[in-house]
């Protein structure tokens, strides 16, 4: 369980800063949850997995999209996606009890 709450933890770094540093905190959330085995709750597992997928395609802005920006995201957007993963970590660690 302890684990959830470090995951959880990067990802409310990762709302609270911009740039290289939340591409950074992403890239980490992402590292510890493609390669952690250790979370064997289906719940969890899923739902952190669901989050990795999404914030896979999260790219910083450096003001010149060169890249297609219908599949890649970063802002407003991910601001969004960041506060709504903290609140299902949440509401899923309150269900677990």
Same mark, same amino acid.
């Given at each position: 369980? /302890?684990k959830i709450y470090q995951l ?14 939340? *591409?950074?905190?992403?890239? *980490? ?15 969890i597992n899923d739902l952190l ?7 896979? *395609?999260?790219e910083p802005s450096n003001g ?11 802002? /407003? ?21």
């Amino acid at each position: 369980m /302890e684990k959830i709450y470090q995951l959880r933890n990067i990802l409310e770094k990762a709302f609270k800063t911009e740039g290289q540093e939340r *591409f950074d905190n992403i890239n *980490f959330f992402l590292k510890e949850v493609w390669e952690d085995e250790a979370i064997t709750d289906e719940k969890i597992n899923d739902l952190l997995t669901d989050i990795a997928y999404d914030l896979e *395609f999260y790219e910083p802005s450096n003001g010149d999209w060169s890249i297609d920006t219908s599949i890649y995201y970063d802002g /407003e957007k991910m601001d969004r996606m960041l506060d709504e993963a903290i609140k299902n970590i949440d509401t899923l660690l309150v269900n677990l009890g």
